[in-house]
């Protein structure tokens, strides 16, 4: 989507819209489960965890740091990666307040 077609959308929407497009790959929600499973800075452990190759799990751990669901610190010549818990908490409110939107219970759909 173009930039100039975003204000057509609310801003709640336009977050939305980015923090999806933040999670949208398997691997990415991999990475963030095993950083919520392990609940503390992981350094080096990913690679190994995923099994994919250090130069993709970079790029997505990019992804995720770019859009701040993790943060990253810098310990030797490792950086460590941890959810960002402000951000996750974003996270959580808008996709709740996104699927408590529509209540179908009730099954009268197409």
């Known amino acids: 989507m173009g930039a100039t077609k975003t204000d057509l959308f ?14 949208a790959h398997p691997a990415r929600i991999a990475i963030l489960q095993y950083l919520v499973r392990k609940n503390a800075c992981v350094c080096g452990d990913l690679v190994e965890e995923l099994g994919l190759a250090q130069a993709t799990t ?7 740091k770019t859009a701040g669901i993790i943060q990253g610190t810098i310990e030797g010549v490792s950086v460590c990666y941890c959810i960002n818990p402000k951000v996750w908490n974003q996270y959580h409110a ?8 529509v209540d179908l219970s009730g099954g009268n759909c197409c």
């Open 10 to 23: 609310t801003k709640e929407q336009n977050e939305l819209a980015a923090m999806a497009k933040a999670i």
């Open 58 to 64: 970079s790029q997505h751990l990019k992804e995720l």
């Open 94 to 101: 808008l996709f709740s307040n996104f699927f408590k939107e």
